[in-house]
Structure formats: C-alpha cells, structure tokens
C-alpha cells in the first residue's frame, strides 16, 4: 500500500458491506451515502441518523499547565470551561487567520481534547506543539486512540438510552461524560453538525463495530439509518453552520466570518493573533466586513461554492456552500456579500450559475432552525 492511499477508519469493511459509495475525504476512505442521501438527511430531521466521524482529529493536552497553553494557543477562554463540558471556539495564524475551528472538551482538571477538523488535524496538531514551548503540558496525537460515531435527530436520545444507563437527561448540550454504552466505555457528548439533538461517541477504534451494531439494532424500531457525508453536509449547510475550507479559511479573520464572539480579548494572558484579531474588530466596526448569509433560489438551479452573487449586474459576494435543501425543498446557499445586499429580503440579488443571474432571496441563517 503506498503512503498516499486513504486511510480507513475501524468501520471501513461494515461501511462496505452496507453497500455505501466510498470516497476520498481529507485522506480518509468515507462512506458519502448508502443509499439516498436525500432519505438520509429526512432520517435524521425526523427521526435518526448514525454517522462514523472517525476522520476527525483527536488531540489530548494535559498537564499542570495545560488550560494556559490553551488560553495561548486558541481564541477563547478555555481555562473558564468546567470539567465535563465543551466549547467551540478557533485556532488563529498569528494575522489572525482562521487555521481550524475545533471542539474542545474538558475532560479532568487538568485534561482536554481538541477535536479538530480531518483536513486541519495535522496542521492543529503541529501548531499546538509550537506553541506549547514554555508550558509545563503535553500535547499529544491521539488521532488513532478513538473512532467516533454520532448519532443524531429527534430519536436519538431515546435510542442511546435504552443501551446506557449514563445520565442522559442531565448531559446539557455542549457537555460530555464518561460512560458505558452498549458495554463500551465511551466519552458521550452531546455536540453535533446536524442541527439536530444527537451526541457523538469517542470509543476505542477496536469497540467501534460492536457499538454500531448496537446502535443500528437499538435504533431499527425507531427508523434509524446509516448516513453518510453527503447528508452532513445538507444538514449542516440548513442549520448554518461554517465548514472549514468554505466559510472558514486562513485569509479570513473570526470577525470577517461573523464569528468574533468566539474571540475573548478579556482573558487572561497574551494569545496567538491577538493583536492582529484587536485590529480585525476595530476595521469590522468601523466598516463592516462582507457578511455571512443564507440565499434561497426562486428556481430550480443549484449554487456552487465560487459563485459570484450578482446584484444590477455586479459582483456583490461570493457563495461559499450551496445544495439542494431536502427541508425547504428549493437550491439554498451560504454567502459572504456587502453589507448593502446582506439585509434579509434585499431585492435584486442573483447567483451567475454559469452566465446566468438566477434570482435569489437573501434569509438570515439559519435555514433551519429545530423545535425545541
């Protein structure tokens, strides 16, 4: 097998006897759908979906000084997050580019996992050993020590219940605890990328069949199915949320994403990109930068990231995601334009799909938001 060949998560031969279409992700062999990427999106807006996430980058910080390094290396106060909970928050370059947006779970005192994207988890990995220099803490790869599976939608509490006897009810959103699942010791959180309520499992690669087999069993009665990255990607793209390499890149700052709340100036110490982050604020309030919003297509054709958004014939924006909505039933998209056309119900605003303005009506995101 040569270097470059994907690598294959601990469910890869269950993903192919599923009959899924594989594909190359961030140097990983993924399962893109199994059967309807449409159906699979349904599932888990109104019932459930399981996911292999294993791709994902698991890195483990401990140490005395663990939280400092953190403070210093990322965006927000992570010294302020309680043992069993999470934040979302952002790696930065020292411009103040976003280099990764990352989960990170405090697991003990003096114990975290960052969770960083597939394609930055090199990238993350190398830049927290950098910064580490100084700090009395460890930073360790722990990418191949955990598979990780979701399970997400409005069924999916009810289905983990019935295989844990791990306080589900109390587990708030954004928080993690160790349990036992269907006899696996498990890290449950309740985090997700679907819009939905669901919780995500970090297992050990070697526990990792076992424990989809469980799930797919508990969840049969429930209409739980498989799913794949294809429907990640619509159920993400209607909630609103940014991924890396389309919404998030290095040559944009949190404020340029309309994300500088998960920026702390008020903590303690200096961070990576702070000075240049400060500047990115003051220039967003003084002239508000291109801003993030949702595109709805009056017609049938579907926008692509690099679109231009047209308005009297002029490039006012750039899309940076855009599918078929199976929810709303019509093309939608995510786009940064000029604060000018960034008002939900701007008229005149289009996407040139390809000579073509088709006609678009600006909405504020997200698309879709679930009931509570």
């Known amino acids: 097998m040569s270097s470059n060949a994907p690598r294959r998560t601990a469910l890869d031969a269950l993903h192919r006897s599923l009959g899924a279409t594989m594909t190359d992700f961030a140097g990983w062999d993924m399962p893109l759908r199994y059967g309807s990427e449409r159906d699979e999106h349904v ?180 209409g739980l199915v498989p799913c794949g990255l294809s429907c990640r990607d619509t159920l993400r793209l209607e909630a609103g949320m940014p991924l890396y390499g389309h919404e998030l890149t290095t040559s944009l700052t949190p404020f340029d994403a309309g994300l500088g709340r998960v920026v702390k100036f008020e903590k303690e110490g200096d961070f990576v990109g702070r000075e240049a982050l400060e500047a990115a604020a003051a220039r967003a309030a003084a002239n508000p930068p291109r801003v993030l919003v949702g595109l709805v297509a009056e017609g049938r054709r579907v926008p692509r990231a690099g679109f231009a958004v047209v308005a009297d014939g002029v490039a006012v924006g750039e899309v940076t995601s855009g599918a078929p909505s199976p929810t709303l039933g019509r093309p939608i998209a995510m786009a940064y334009v000029d604060a000018a056309h960034a008002a939900p119900g701007t008229s005149g605003v289009g996407v040139d799909i390809r000579g073509s303005h088709e006609p678009y009506e600006v909405v504020a995101l997200p698309f879709y938001k679930r009931q509570k």
Not at 72 to 87: D, E, F, M, P, T
Not at 198 to 219: I, N, R
């Open 43 to 222: 599932a888990v807006r109104t019932r459930a979906g399981l996911f292999d996430l294993s791709h994902m980058g698991e890195i483990t910080v401990t140490g005395p000084q663990a939280a400092a390094l953190l403070n210093h290396a990322l965006v927000g106060n992570i010294a302020s997050v309680g043992v069993g909970r999470a934040r979302y928050t952002m790696i930065c370059c020292a411009d103040g580019g976003i280099l990764d947006d990352l989960i990170v779970y405090r697991l003990a005192e003096t114990e975290y996992m960052v969770v960083a994207n597939a394609s930055n988890a090199q990238v993350v990995l190398d830049a927290l050993t950098e910064r580490s220099a100084g700090f009395d803490a460890e930073v360790r790869d722990d990418r191949d020590a955990y598979a990780l599976l979701a399970i997400q939608g409005p069924e999916s509490p009810g289905i983990l219940k019935s295989l844990t006897d791990a306080d589900l009810d109390g587990l708030k959103y954004y928080a993690g605890l160790p349990g036992t699942v269907a006899g696996v010791p498990a890290l449950i959180a309740r985090t997700g990328y679907t819009g939905e309520d669901g919780f995500e499992l970090f297992v050990a690669p070697s526990d990792a069949e076992k424990l989809w087999q469980a799930l797919t069993e508990a969840g049969a009665p429930a």
